[in-house]
């Protein structure tokens, strides 16, 4: 009898035990998520997924549409970024895309040894959907054996999801990601030229930290530099609209130029840059100028034409001082048209101009004109006299 209690005893302790112990596993998984539910309220940007299927919103990309009760809500969002940040972070990041490639490009066939390349991504203040978009489009369309790393550099961005969250998360990716700080708001150029400085492949390629890579886009361009070391590549450059991040091919029919406010423009190819390819517009084009944010060159042709000018601040002027550069270094500037990547345009700016905009460009441009541009100075001087004198 009294063993029976003890019996009882023992095993209501341990029943007691056993309770708590679920209890306390009950607590604290509870308030990892709480944990998690407080980080998404905090970072909404961070909810953007990885899609496993390609029936969500922009998949095949296709336009995103917000209903209308959110619409408010998506105006508000806008200004951050000044393109649909509601609609971006709706898509999966790592979203599919059509194969937009004319159908000469698509059987093409590139040699088995090409120069690998650094792919160097500058930011600001990006948001986490469009950064991420842009990596997880490099590492999943390109031959990783072609990938000598990512580099981001941060060009001091003021948004906390861009520091140890990001740097967290990349680290998980099965591509090698460096993350670079610069101390100081420094601009597009002298942030490009510090990740140069920390890159290893042979070949450098540039692009806008809100891009998305299409199938294919990498190997025209590599190949294009293997046969020529001195020839400086751009992807036909295809619109990701800022209003619905809907995917749009761009054209092949259009190249770089520039007005005489030194403002970059796009031209429609002349008739003899047809003649010299024989109408194949699977071809490159022979560009004038660049957009400036994608492109891909030869490491030590970066080297030997002197890189970029430092000395230019923040953004402006300088695709078309690369542009010049190229050109009159002994290289040349092409479109490979069977490359294609899209890229975000926007109707205006996001970012600050420390020292003001105009100033800033001027200064840019006046840099540009007296390097490169001998007695054509002028008519860039005649026509923006406010740019003569700071
Ligand atoms: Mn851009």
């Known amino acids: 009898m009294r063993r029976f209690v003890y019996c009882k005893v023992v095993l209501a302790t341990s029943l007691m035990w056993v309770l708590v112990d679920v209890f306390l596993l009950l607590y604290f998984s509870e308030c990892n998520k709480c944990d998690d539910k407080k980080e998404r309220s905090l970072l909404p940007a961070l909810r953007a997924v990885i899609s496993r299927n390609q029936e969500g919103p922009g998949e095949m990309g296709k336009a995103v549409l917000i209903p209308k009760d959110d619409q408010e809500k998506m105006k508000e969002l806008f200004k951050i970024n000044q393109f649909n940040l509601m609609a971006s ?115 450098i390629t540039f692009l806008d930290a809100h891009c998305e890579c299409t199938l294919g886009w990498l190997e025209p361009l590599l190949a294009r530099i293997k046969e020529d070391r001195k020839t400086v590549v751009c992807p036909i450059i295809d619109v990701i609209s800022d209003d619905t991040f809907e995917y749009m091919a761009g054209s092949d029919m259009t190249y770089g130029g520039f007005n ?24 490159p084009v022979r560009t004038p100028t660049m957009a400036g944010g994608l492109f891909s060159i030869d490491r030590n042709y970066f080297e030997e034409i002197g890189t970029y000018d430092a000395g230019m601040d923040i953004w402006g002027g300088e695709n078309l001082e690369m542009s010049f550069r190229i050109w009159q270094c002994g290289g040349s500037l092409e479109i490979v048209t069977c490359s294609h990547v ?49």
């Open 342 to 390: 899209g890229h975000v345009f926007r109707k205006a700016t996001p970012y600050t101009f420390p020292g003001g905009t105009g100033h800033v460009i001027n200064k840019n441009n006046r840099r540009l004109a007296e390097v490169w541009m001998d007695e054509f100075k002028d008519f860039f001087y005649i026509i923006s006299p406010e740019a003569v004198c700071g």
């Open 260 to 283: 005489w406010k030194l403002n970059f423009r796009w031209y429609p190819v002349p008739q003899r840059e047809m003649d010299r390819r024989k109408g194949d517009r699977t071809l």
């Open 89 to 203: 972070d709706l898509i999966a990041l790592n979203r599919s895309l059509p194969d937009v490639r004319l159908d000469g490009c698509k059987t093409k066939v590139y040699p088995d040894e090409l120069p690998n390349t650094s792919v160097v991504i500058v930011f600001h203040n990006e948001a986490w959907s469009t950064l991420l978009r842009t990596v997880y489009s490099v590492i999943n369309r390109s031959p990783h054996h072609l990938l000598a790393e990512i580099i981001l550099v941060d060009d001091a961005s003021e948004r906390e999801f861009l520091k140890t969250s990001l740097e967290n998360y990349v680290k998980k990716l099965e591509v090698s990601i460096k993350i670079i700080r610069m101390e100081q708001r420094s601009g597009l150029i002298r942030a490009r030229l510090r990740g140069a400085a920390a890159s290893t492949g042979q070949v």
